[in-house]
C-alpha cells in the first residue's frame, strides 16, 4: 500500500506545539502508509530535520554520498539534516524527529553497517520512510524491500530520491516515481544523465575527523571529491558491473571544482579523487586537475585507475605527477595470470610490473589493492604475493587489510552469468549480502580467516607494516609447513625509512565490518556484538 493517501488518522495541532498525538510538535499535513503497512504522520517534509540522509561508511572520507543529495535537495527547498556513524554516535534525537531517512550504501561495509542502522531506527522510529540508495542498494533490493526498506534507488540516484520526496510531501502515490523499487516492485538501476547540484556539507562531521595523508612525517586534512561515476568495463567480480553495464557518467567541472574549492577553504590540502576510475575520461579528468593546480598549486590528489589505463595512458603520468598526485590506487587483485583472467581482469601479471615501472617514472607511488583470496588463488599464489611485495618495494604502499580480501560475490555479480565460479559456491547469504563460497583446499579458508583475525587486531594500532608484513608472511609460510625466506633487505636499516604518501584509513570497501564498527549497533534483529 506504499503511497496510498488515507484521511489524517492525527489529531493535528495547527501551531505545531508537542501534544501526545503530535509528539515531535512539527506540522501534520495528512497520512500516508508505509511499505510496511504503519500510518506515517505526513509532516512538512521541508521543516529542518525532517529528512535525515545517514551515511555508513566511505573508506574514512567525508561522505559524498550524503553531501551530493544533500545539495539536491537543498535545491529542491529542502533543509536535510545528517547523520554520518562511521564517525558519530547514533543520534536518536535526529532519528526520533526524522520523518524520512535515506540510508546511503556504496559498498559492502556500508551495508552491513547501514542494515543495522535501519534496524535501530525501526525500533526509535516505526513511522519513518526508510530509503537505501546506491551501489549495494540496487543489488539488495529484493532482500531491504522484505525486510528494513520502504524503498530502494541504484544508479544515479539523486534525481529519483527528490522525486521519492516530493512524492511523499505531496501525499501521491510513490509507486510511478522513476528509477524507486518498492515491495512487490523492482525495477533497474536509474542510469539518465542528471543535472548535478554541488554536495553541500554543511553540518557535516569536519574534515579533520576524518582519514588525514600521511605524507613526508606530516599528516595533513583530506577532502573527497567524484569527476565522474560508473564504469566502462566489466571486471567480473566488480559490484558496479551489474549495476552501470559499462556505462559511466561524467560530474561536471564545474561542480567538481567548486565541490573541491570549499573543502581547500575548509582545511584540506590534499583531494582524494574518488572516482572508480579516474582515466575513464582522461581528458575531463585532466581538465579538472590543472585548473586545480593553477588556482591551488599546493594542493595534492589521488585517483584510482585500472592498470589498463596506466598503460594506455602512460604518456599523461609524468604530467599527472608535476600536477601534484601522490599515489594512484589500482585494482591488481593477483599476480596469478589465470586467476586475473577468471576475473576478467584485462591485465596480465607483466602488466602491473609496467605499469609500476611507470606511475614510478613519475614520481607517483602506486598502492595495490588485491583480492588474494579468490576459488582460483592456490597457497603458492599466497606466498609468492609475499615475495613480489617484499622484492618490489611495496610493503608500505600496501595496506594490510590487502591481504585478506576474500572474493565477494553479491547478488547479481558478473561472475554468476559464467560457469566457471558455479561449482565453488553455496547458498545465498542474504543477511550478509554474498553467495557463499568454498575453496578447494580447505587450508586456503582457514589461512584467509586467521590472517583476517591478525589485521582486524592490529588495524589501529599504529602497527609498523613492516611488522605486521612479516607476522602475516610467517603466518602464510606456516600454512605450507616451510620457513619464509629472509627479507630482501635489513629491517634494523628500514626502521626510519622514508615512506610513501598514504591515508590512515585501515579498512576497505569490499571487507567485513570490525567489531569496532559493528559494536555500536546493537539491534534486536542482528543481536549484540
Known amino acids: 500500500m506504499g503511497g496510498t493517501v488515507t484521511p489524517s488518522l492525527f489529531n493535528v ?25 504503519s500510518v506515517v504522520e505526513k509532516v512538512s517534509l521541508r521543516q529542518p530535520g525532517a529528512i535525515l540522509l545517514v551515511s555508513c561508511y566511505e573508506l574514512g572520507h567525508q561522505p559524498i554520498g550524503i553531501a551530493l543529495p544533500m545539495g539536491f535537495l537543498e535545491q529542491a527547498g529542502y533543509a536535510p539534516v545528517s547523520l554520518d556513524i562511521a564517525v558519530e554516535q547514533v543520534d536518536p534525537e535526529r532519528i526520533t524527529h526524522a520523518r524520512f531517512v535515506g540510508i546511503s550504501v556504496p559498498m559492502h561495509t556500508a551495508l552491513r553497517l547501514g542494515v543495522r542502522v535501519a534496524e535501530q531506527i525501526r525500533e526509535t522510529n516505526p513511522s519513518s520512510h526508510i530509503c537505501f540508495y546506491g551501489l549495494y542498494a540496487a543489488l539488495n533490493a529484493e532482500y531491504l524491500l522484505s525486510h528494513v526498506a520502504d524503498s530502494v534507488i541504484g544508479g544515479e540516484y539523486e534525481a529519483p530520491l527528490v522525486q521519492l520526496i516530493e512524492a511523499l510531501e505531496r501525499g501521491d502515490s510513490v509507486e510511478n516515481v522513476e528509477g524507486v523499487s518498492l515491495r512487490g516492485k523492482i525495477v533497474g538501476p536509474h542510469l539518465k544523465r542528471l543535472p548535478f547540484a554541488v554536495p553541500r556539507r554543511q553540518g557535516l562531521p569536519a ?9 613526508d612525517g606530516e599528516k595533513h586534512v583530506v577532502g573527497y571529491v567524484e569527476a565522474s561515476r560508473g564504469c566502462l568495463h566489466h571486471c567480473l567480480h566488480c559490484p558496479i558491473v551489474p549495476v552501470y553495464d559499462g556505462r559511466f557518467f561524467i560530474v561536471p567541472a564545474e561542480v567538481v571544482l567548486e565541490d573541491m574549492c570549499r573543502q581547500v577553504r575548509a582545511g584540506a590540502t590534499h583531494i582524494t579523487f574518488g572516482d572508480p576510475d579516474f582515466l575513464n575520461g582522461p581528458g575531463h579528468s585532466l581538465s579538472i586537475v590543472r585548473a586545480m593546480r593553477a588556482e591551488f598549486p599546493q594542493v595534492t590528489f589521488d585517483f584510482t585507475a585500472k592498470i589498463e589505463h596506466i598503460l594506455k595512458h602512460r604518456v599523461i603520468f609524468p604530467e599527472l605527477g608535476s600536477l601534484g598526485c601522490l599515489f594512484v590506487i589500482s585494482a591488481v587483485e593477483s599476480f596469478s595470470d589465470l586467476v586475473l583472467a577468471k576475473l576478467a581482469k584485462g591485465h596480465t601479471r607483466a602488466d602491473v610490473f609496467a605499469a609500476l615501472e611507470i606511475v614510478r617514472q613519475a614520481g607517483i607511488t602506486m598502492r595495490p ?7 582460483w588463488a592456490t597457497l603458492e599464489d599466497y606466498l609468492e604475493l609475499f ?11 600496501t595496506d594490510p587489510v590487502q591481504y585478506t580480501i576474500r572474493l565477494l560475490i553479491p547478488p547479481g555479480s558478473a561472475l554468476l552469468a559464467g560457469s566457471e565460479v558455479h561449482r565453488f559456491l553455496g547458498p545465498l547469504d542474504q543477511a550478509g549480502f554474498q553467495y557463499q563460497w568454498t575453496h578447494p583446499d580447505p587450508c586456503m579458508d582457514k589461512l584467509h580467516r586467521e590472517v583476517s ?12 607494516p613492516l611488522d605486521t608484513f612479516d607476522r602475516l608472511r610467517a603466518v602464510a609460510y606456516r600454512f605450507a609447513d616451510r620457513q619464509p625466506p629472509g627479507p630482501t633487505v ?7 625509512r622514508h615512506r610513501p604518501p598514504r591515508l590512515t584509513e585501515p579498512w576497505f570497501c569490499c571487507a567485513e565490518p570490525t567489531e569496532s564498527q559493528l559494536r555500536p549497533l546493537h539491534t534486536k534483529g542482528y543481536g549484540e556484538v
Request: hydrophobic share 30%; aromatic share 6%; proline share 6%.
Open 13 to 37: 495541532n495547527e501551531r505545531g506545539r508537542e501534544t501526545a498525538d503530535n509528539p515531535t510538535g512539527i506540522p501534520v499535513e495528512s497520512s500516508i502508509f508505509t511499505e510496511w503497512g
Open 207 to 215: 574534515l579533520e575527523r576524518y582519514a588525514h595523508l600521511e605524507h
Open 369 to 375: 589493492s588485491l583480492v588474494p583470496f579468490t576459488p
Open 387 to 397: 615475495d613480489i611485495v617484499d622484492s618490489h618495494d611495496l610493503i608500505d604502499a
Open 453 to 464: 583475525a591478525a589485521v582486524e587486531a592490529t588495524a589501529n594500532t599504529g602497527e609498523d
Open 490 to 496: 635489513s629491517r634494523t636499516q628500514l626502521r626510519d
